[in-house]
């Protein structure tokens, strides 16, 4: 199949990134990885000793940060529906994080305790029309705000991906409904000509 105008821009500006040859020298498996990394030195997130659950995972860049960041005395659970090979520390969930057999899992995994962190890299299958797309990643946000609220601690934090756009006022307003503090960062690694932004939340309100 030939490819489009578009898909050979993208497949240039891929191969040029200097964050995509960044992840390739150092062992990564997305360029995403130094986004999180970025952000955890910055907001001190993931500190040792941790427990972490990295939603929507897959191919697991910001778990292999995760697991380096929270040490051998911290645990981090990658969830995704598609398949992760394995990383070495990490325990690898693949199903739909909202379905109660793998939130018993997540529970299982987790020693009956919360998450200290919950990471959200969700995105949906992208359709290119623009007020569907930004939609279905305002869901996938909401999705990601209801499990902190049954498996973060209080005194956790949440970090997600959303998208300016006509929906990113409306999730502003509900992470804030839910977190105390909620503030958005545009790491340097974001491409600036992407709408992904993300929000840091922390202190789950509980009343």
């Known amino acids: 199949m030939a490819r489009t105008k578009s898909s050979k821009q993208w497949l240039q500006r891929h191969v040029k990134d200097p964050y995509v040859r960044k992840a390739r020298a150092e062992g990564y498996r997305s360029r995403a990885a130094f986004k999180l990394i970025e ?4 907001d001190r997130l993931l500190i040792p000793g941790a427990k972490v659950v990295d ?5 697991g860049g ?3 940060v995760a697991v380096q960041k929270v040490g051998p005395g911290g645990k981090v659970i990658a969830v995704d529906l598609l ?3 394995p990383i070495s520390a990490v325990t690898v969930l693949v199903g739909d994080f909202r379905q109660p057999a793998v939130q018993a899992q997540l529970a299982a ?3 009956g305790q919360k998450a200290d962190v919950v990471l959200s890299d969700l995105s949906p299958n992208i359709s290119g029309i623009a007020s569907a797309d930004q939609a279905r990643a305002a869901e996938l946000v909401r999705m990601a705000i209801e499990f902190c609220r049954s498996q973060l601690k209080p005194s956790g934090a949440f970090l997600v991906k959303v998208f300016q756009g006509d929906e990113f006022s409306g999730v502003l ?7 105390r503090a909620v503030r958005t960062i545009k790491p340097s690694a ?8 993300y929000l840091l939340a922390r202190g789950l309100k509980t009343a």
């Not at 952000?39 to 910055?42: D, G, S």
């Not at 939603?55 to 191919?59: F, Q, V, W």
């Not at 307003?173 to 977190?179: A, C, I, Q, S």
């Open 190 to 197: 974001s491409r600036d000509q992407s709408r992904e932004t």
């Open 109 to 111: 995994a987790l020693g």
């Open 83 to 85: 398949e992760i090979a």
């Open 39 to 42: 952000i955890a030195a910055r």
């Open 62 to 64: 910001w778990s292999q």
């Open 55 to 59: 939603l929507g995972a897959a191919p």
């Open 173 to 179: 307003r509900e992470m804030k409904r839910v977190f």
